[in-house]
């Protein structure tokens, strides 16, 4: 069974501040993804990334993906309150995907 | 283009009762996963199906069940309910490619009394 890891689980920090989410494992993913999700909501997709090493940025969140593919971080650049959520990491396992645990973060004004 | 859609959106149900699920995906999108989402547990996958066929399986025990229809749209159905079972049941759906960009519904929050 492949499991995907992150941390941390919780954040809390001051507007304006950055900070790196990790999701790693220790099997290799054909894809991984970056979800946010917020209260009585579904999870809403910000990225996949497919290659080893990739780096993609979506305005202030940058994605990267490890060269081996077991692993991925989101560092988020000036946070702002409506970065608040949970952001979770999915690894693509043939048609599945399997989620880490999420991390819960807070961005207090 | 609209969304994936999920109803109901809330549901309450007692023990022993059975409950069915609705997910349309997105227009063209032939492959519907569901997931359970519970605070202990997280995200957790149930199944697949593409093209009215379970393509994929997750640890889950008979009582949950489900299909998908020739227009793709796709029910779940848990039979036997117990208290175990509340959770936001959640509905993605995607072009069934090899890297699965996958879409969510905003779910179903089910509570089983």
């Known amino acids: 069974t492949q499991l995907l890891e992150q941390s941390p689980q919780f954040l809390s920090i001051q507007e304006g501040e950055n900070l790196t989410v990790y999701c790693n494992s220790s099997?290799?993913?054909?894809?991984l993804q970056w979800y946010r999700q917020e209260p009585g909501e579904g999870p809403v997709l910000l990225v996949t990334?497919?290659?080893?090493?990739e780096v993609k940025k979506l305005k202030r969140l940058t994605f990267q993906f490890g060269d081996a593919r077991k692993d991925s971080s989101l560092h988020i650049t000036a946070a702002q309150p409506g970065d608040t959520g949970l952001y979770l990491c999915?690894?693509?396992?043939?048609?599945?995907?399997?989620f880490g645990a999420g991390t819960i973060l807070r961005v207090k004004s | 283009k609209a969304g994936v859609t999920q109803t109901p959106r809330y549901l309450i149900k007692t023990r022993g009762q059975q409950v069915t699920l609705s997910c349309s995906p997105i227009?063209?999108?032939?492959?519907v996963s569901w997931y359970q989402q519970t605070p202990g547990q997280g995200l957790q996958f149930l199944f697949e199906?593409?093209?009215?066929?379970?393509?994929n399986k997750g640890n889950f025990p008979g009582r949950f069940s489900g299909r998908q229809f020739s227009n793709s749209r796709s029910e779940m159905n848990v039979s036997t309910l117990e208290l175990g079972d509340s959770a936001l049941y959640l509905c993605?759906?995607?072009?069934?490619?090899?890297?699965?960009?996958?879409?969510f519904g905003p779910g179903t929050r089910l509570t089983v009394l």
């Open positions: 993605a759906s995607s072009l069934g490619s090899t890297f699965n960009e996958q879409f």
């Open positions: 099997s290799v993913f054909s894809s």
């Open positions: 990334v497919v290659t080893g090493g």
């Open positions: 999915a690894g693509g396992d043939g048609n599945k995907l399997v």
């Open positions: 227009s063209g999108h032939r492959s």
């Open positions: 199906y593409f093209s009215e066929t379970q393509r």
